[in-house]
């Protein structure tokens, strides 16, 4: 008497997961995915320079920003890459910094039009 009803509870529990299997591949598959946004720079390499104006240095550190000799704000950085007159900028994160500094420096930076950005080091 006892096997029957231990069958009928595996057949039950078989059929659950199975549901709850075809319910989760639903919802993956039907769900979009969204991309929230971009960061435009490219990894610098070794090669020729352009000829023109010399390219900045922005120096990222925990505690500071360093755009070529003057230190700046994060608030002040995009009037400050804009004086530079779209000027190359190379971007140098020390080992200190965190990803999420990383990237609200470079979203700040985005903001100036015509900035070209280059990540060296890090």
Known sequence: MA???LRKRRLSLTSLIDVIFLLL???MLS???TRFGDL???AATGGATQAGTPPAFLRISADAITLNVAEVSLATLPDAIAALDGALVLVAPSEAVTAQRLVDVLVAAQTVPGIRLRL???
């Open 120 to 122: 060296i080091g890090g």
């Open 31 to 33: 769900s979009t995915f």
């Open 3 to 5: 096997r029957p009803a």
């Open 25 to 27: 591949l639903f919802f």
């Open 40 to 42: 435009p720079f490219i």
